[in-house]
């Protein structure tokens, strides 16, 4: 009796964490968006971190709008995050320009270290620029569609690096 007590408990404990963890990064109240997909990216044994795509269409690749949601599983310091964004761009073939360079110190003003449990949000916005959440709310934007079509290009590209994970994101199954 003891053991299923314990084991009650310990369900309803990550159960709790979960609801926690899923409440901490809401999308926000003003926009309407369904989601499309998700997908968990690990690197060699380590899981990163969840990924989930919403568009204001429920569809990729037609939608006016769209989130990109990370939850992160490991800790990770902002300059490591801001770092590989321009790492992944060099990767997709985008030329990192004085414009880039700019973005790049916007972002490492802007976003916080991560730990287990930690979510980042691109929102688009009906601009097209990128506001940027985490559970404490706006972080910041960035007014430039090239920038956020850029960024988001690292999960949707093509030719992004992990191209199961993409179409797990877009809704296709690999």
């Known amino acids: 009796m003891n053991k299923l007590l314990a084991l009650a408990s310990l369900l309803l404990a990550l159960t709790s964490s979960a609801v926690t963890a899923q409440e901490s990064c809401p999308i926000p109240p003003e926009n309407s968006f369904e989601q499309v997909g998700k997908t968990r990216l690990k690197v060699l044994f380590w899981s990163v971190y969840d990924a989930e795509l919403w568009t204001d269409s429920g569809k990729y690749p037609s939608y006016n709008q769209r989130l990109l949601r990370l939850r992160y599983l490991r800790s990770i310091a902002a300059d490591d995050l801001v770092d590989t964004t321009a790492d992944e761009w060099r990767r997709l ?3 990192l320009t004085a414009e880039h360079q ?3 110190t916007n972002l490492r ?9 930690d979510c980042l949000m691109l929102v688009e916005d ?10 404490d709310g706006l972080l910041g934007t960035i007014e430039s ?4 079509d850029q960024f988001l290009a690292i ?8 191209d199961d994970e993409r179409k797990q994101l877009i809704g296709v199954t690999p």
């Open 109 to 117: 003003s802007m976003w916080p270290d991560v730990n287990q449990g």
């Open 155 to 162: 999960w949707l590209d093509e030719k992004s690096r992990f």
């Open 93 to 95: 073939g985008i030329e």
């Open 102 to 104: 700019t973005w790049l």
């Open 126 to 135: 009906d601009n097209g620029f990128a506001d940027f959440y985490n559970a």
């Open 145 to 148: 569609q090239l920038f956020t």
